[in-house]
């Protein structure tokens, strides 16, 4: 009961923390201190340790002088903000900073009173070295006490060994050292390096490599294991989430840099393994250096801004201080806590969440003339395949319609740029879906009254986004939850994918890149990956053996979906960038009259709602698209009947055709 109390007492108490002032008196206090020592130390050792009489009186009469520079010099450079308990090198550097300025002030008060030749110039070189040897060794040995008490007032945690001996081990293991909450006691080090093995890192030894873990594992007695290698690829996941089944190890994953940017992850903690630490794909890191200069200060707006992708941006576009932030969603409580989030990260950036559809063109109208942004960031849109492709009148207004209102209104109010979210089923699109994207690529970069503006536009495209709403995994996942079957549409089916901080990273580095006006984008996406290595993954993940434990059934591909995407068409080409990652697209191109003729005759169509008229109208427009049909049907196991199945009518939505188009909203 005693032990219970006491150690539930422990983060209460860490709150009675002295304040900053009280801190800071405290250490102006031992400076007060440690400098006349330090001095004193200076004569004593320029005089072998014996000073002479008549430098006691110098001494006397120029040390108020150091000390008014010392404290001074210390409080200018920020000596007194660094904590005693967590010195480091950095902060050593603060401090023979400081006493190096103030030793050159000193210098120069002395030749100008005529002091320094009654001061030996060896004592100022010393006293320099002196200050910084005792001053910062006072700092250190707090440090050091401090972590010489840690073991003893901590209560011993889950043992825990930690594979990876570089960086983000050492990272880790110190954080985990600090926090005595942690609940987590480190036995040994694991690292496939014969030149690390024996050695230590903050007192815990590098034990051996991950061909030893079983021994070693029993030997310390382990539970739990952690991987802290921030460049591990998915194979070698693979063979250390196989490694840890066999010993009976709880195994968990250090997140990355990145992952705590962007997930919002606290340091120090670890996660599950998740499906894309074992995709065998390479993760890709774009330098944004440029970004920063594009959005600060700036006015923002993102459509979708409650989406996967949407999100996704705004929390990485407020790093960058924006000006005014514009969440622009339909989706009431999404949208709700998209804004609570931004307001408690950021509260220094305006956001102003804005519930509104994009299909609405007089509200559009106003949220651009009263806002005036500078960029536009469109990731609104319908994105599931099948849904689409039962409510192709509903996917041509929503990603058609929507994105030429919002693009048009970007054009009237003089928005900068506008960056428009594409994806890869745009290229030879067999999908409602894809058709719909194409089109809104064509009409944003071909359309007269858009391309004749003062208005950058670009389109972005990439694959697959794992974690996404529309994404496989979350599918799988809540079947799994289920008790099984996990369902996949073709054994032979694969897809890119690409994580939601890569995505972000693709559209920011597309948006700054000065090539890129009026083109579209492309991220090199690695291989494809197939959908029944991901399902066999995930379910070996949850600790179960695939077709053992849960079962895996075909269910045939699904209307509008393909075997296997790609990135560039036959009828396309790429050419590089300046960012070695990204890509611009060539596509073909009809006349800018004719695009308009063949828009115009889209939207004379769409009211009725008539898929097959539909269809043919958008075809105009995208030559290459081939309507999923009854072969496809034949490749999924289904009858043909069921492929000729109409959708249900569709409630017209526009008033007719025209220039521009009249205002109407999704049923």
């Known amino acids: 009961m005693t032990m219970q109390r006491v150690s539930g007492a422990r983060p209460y108490l860490q709150h009675l923390a002295l304040p900053l002032a009280v801190r800071r008196h405290i250490a102006v206090g031992a400076d007060l201190i440690l400098i006349p020592v330090a001095y004193a130390a200076a004569f004593l050792l320029r005089f072998d340790l014996q000073m002479p009489q008549e430098y006691h009186p110098v001494y006397l009469l120029t040390l108020p002088g150091l000390l008014a520079i010392r404290l001074l010099t210390f409080e200018m450079v920020g000596v007194y903000r660094c904590y005693w308990r967590h010195f480091g090198l950095r902060d050593l550097g603060r401090l023979a900073f400081a006493v190096s300025i103030g030793t050159c002030v000193l210098t120069g008060v002395l030749l100008v009173v005529g002091g320094l030749g009654t001061l ?121 989430v196989d490694l840890g089944r066999a010993t009976g190890l709880e195994l968990k994953v250090l997140p990355s840099l990145q992952e705590m940017l962007y997930r919002r992850v606290p340091s120090g903690q670890v996660r599950d ?85 994009i299909c609405d063109l007089a509200g559009l109208q106003q949220i651009f003339a009263v806002h005036r942004p500078d960029y536009v960031f469109h990731a609104a849109a319908y994105k599931h395949v099948p849904l689409l492709e039962a409510n192709a009148a509903q996917a041509i207004q929503n990603n058609v319609l929507g994105t030429y209102y919002v693009a048009a209104c970007a054009a009237e109010h003089g ?25 809104a690529e064509r009409l944003i970069l071909e359309l007269p ?19 996404s709403d529309g994404s496989v995994i979350p599918l799988f996942q809540r079947q799994l939850r289920a008790g099984g079957p996990l369902t996949v549409t073709h054994p032979a089916v694969t897809r890119y994918f690409m994580t939601i901080p890569e995505a972000v990273q693709l559209v920011l580095a597309a948006a700054a890149l000065p090539e890129a ?32 434990d849960v079962e895996i059934r075909f269910s045939g591909l699904r209307p509008g979906e393909k075997l296997h995407e790609v990135l560039v068409a036959s009828s396309e080409a790429t050419i590089p960038t300046s960012h070695a990652k990204i890509r611009i ?57 069921e492929r000729t199945t109409r959708p249900p009518a569709v409630r017209p939505v526009l008033a007719g055709a025209g220039s521009p188009p009249a205002a109407g909203r999704q049923s």
């Open 120 to 240: 030996p110039r060896s004592i100022v070189v010393l006293e320099w070295g002196g200050t910084i040897f005792i001053a910062g060794g006072a700092r250190g040995a707090a440090r050091w006490l401090a972590e010489l008490w840690r073991p003893i007032r901590q209560p011993s945690g889950e043992r825990t060994l930690i594979i990876g001996a570089g960086g983000a081990a050492e990272r880790f293991l110190r954080q985990v050292q600090h926090d005595g909450r942690s609940g987590t006691e480190v036995v040994g080090l694991i690292d496939d390096d014969p030149a690390t093995h024996g050695r230590a890192l903050h007192g815990v030894t590098v034990l051996g490599g991950t061909d030893e873990l079983a021994p070693l594992a029993a030997r310390t007695r382990a539970s739990r294991l952690v991987v802290a290698i921030s460049s591990l690829s998915g194979t070698r996941m693979r063979e250390i």
């Open 273 to 357: 393994v998740q499906i894309e630490d074992l995709l065998g794909r390479e993760v890709v890191h774009l330098d944004l250096d440029a970004v920063e200069s594009d959005l600060t200060g700036r006015t923002i707006l993102v459509t979708g801004a409650a989406g996967s992708i949407g999100s996704g941006l705004v929390h990485h576009v407020a790093r960058y201080k924006p000006a005014r932030l514009i969440l622009l969603e339909r989706a009431e409580s999404p949208l709700y806590f998209v804004h609570l989030e931004l307001c408690r990260a950021h509260p220094d950036i305006e956001v102003v969440p804005v519930m509104a559809d």
């Open 415 to 439: 928005t900068s740029k506008f960056v428009f979210i594409s994806t890869d089923k745009a290229v030879s699109p067999r999908s409602v879906l894809g058709l719909s994207k194409r089109i």
């Open 449 to 467: 009254s858009l391309r004749d503006s003062q208005t950058d536009f670009r389109a972005v495209r990439f694959g697959n986004v794992l974690g």
């Open 517 to 548: 006006r009026g083109r579209i984008c492309m991220l090199e996406m690695g291989r494809a990956v197939r959908i029944l290595d991901l399902a066999e993954q995930l379910i070996r993940l949850s600790g179960l053996e695939p077709y053992r």
């Open 585 to 641: 697209v060539q596509c073909s191109s009809q006349s800018s009259e004719l695009v308009e003729q063949n828009f115009h005759r889209l939207l004379a169509v769409l009211p009725a709602g008539n898929r097959i008229v539909l269809l043919r109208e958008a075809q105009r427009l995208v030559p290459e698209y081939v309507p999923w049909t009854a072969t496809d049907v034949a490749a999924r196991g289904a009858t043909p009947d």
